[in-house]
């Protein structure tokens, strides 16, 4: 299985920037994708952004043109850089990875918070 560790979250004003981290251990070889979700109270958690093994990005289209996903693979680590941060972007940001073995396990980490507001 994999362990999923994330950083980076705090509180910022609006149109400010944070890079939040997430650190991959176990079974590491096994990922095929990684991402990032978030969930604002009463709201579904929703997708932000995703990356595979290759390279191949997806990006909410809330988030499209502000904040970019990179992942190293030699660090097992995906970080996603947020600019021009806006208060609905307020919300627990979760990492995400899905292990591709026998059958696909999907992991999730603890959840860091972004706070956005004057």
């Known amino acids: 299985q994999v362990q999923l560790v994330e950083s980076g979250g705090g509180l910022v004003q609006p149109g400010g920037s944070l890079r939040l981290s997430c650190a991959a251990s176990?079974?590491?070889?096994?990922?095929?994708?990684m991402g990032w979700y978030r969930q604002a109270p009463g709201k579904q958690r929703e997708l932000v952004a995703t990356i595979t093994r290759g390279g191949n990005t997806n990006y909410a289209d809330s988030v499209k043109g502000r904040f970019t996903i990179s992942r190293d693979n030699d660090k097992n680590t995906v970080a996603l850089q947020m600019n021009s941060l806006k208060p609905e972007d307020t919300a627990v940001y979760y990492c995400n990875a899905i292990q591709v073995v026998t059958s696909p396990i999907n992991s999730w980490g603890q959840g860091t918070q972004v706070t956005v507001s004057s």
């Open positions: 176990g079974n590491i070889f096994s990922i095929y994708v």
